[in-house]
Nanobody, 127 residues
Framework: VQLQASGGGLVQPGGSLTLSCAASGKNLDFSTVGWFRQAPGKEREAVSAISRNYVGRSWYSNSVKGRFTISRVNAENTFFLQMNDLKPEDAAVYYC????????????????????WGQGTQVTVSS
């Protein structure tokens, strides 16, 4: 299994970006997929995740709620993170991740629940 993240770049504060993560390989029916980020000198932070099996079940960190939207297209083994109203504090390397577990509110943000990780894509927010 491989996850390929893309879509990062340089954007001005208030701007938007959409990150994509494409999965390839065998047995790609992940129950939960998500996004994490890590800024220089900071710990990795869970951003958002979405369930495959429960329609509408998604989670967001408080720092991005209302600005970011996660989605997935199961038939294409691809999932996305639409990021609006970006702020300088959103700048980080963003990683996509996939889990075979049906994660819930208390577990979705735990990186150890995800066995598969993409390589990361850089998001820079600066004027």
């Amino acid at each position: 299994v491989q996850l390929q993240a893309s879509g990062g770049g340089l954007v001005q504060p208030g701007g938007s970006l959409t990150l994509s993560c494409a999965a390839s390989g065998k047995n790609l029916d992940f129950s939960t997929v998500g996004w994490f980020r890590q800024a220089p000198g900071k710990e990795r932070e869970a951003v958002s995740a979405i369930s495959r099996n429960y329609v509408g079940r998604s989670w967001y960190s408080n720092s991005v709620k209302g600005r970011f939207t996660i989605s997935r297209v199961n038939a294409e083994n691809t999932f996305f993170l639409q990021m609006n109203d970006l702020k300088p504090e959103d700048a980080a390397v963003y990683y996509c991740a996939a889990s075979r577990y049906n994660l819930i509110m208390s577990t979705w943000a735990q990186g150890t629940q995800y066995a598969y990780w993409g390589q990361g894509t850089q998001v820079t927010v600066s004027s």
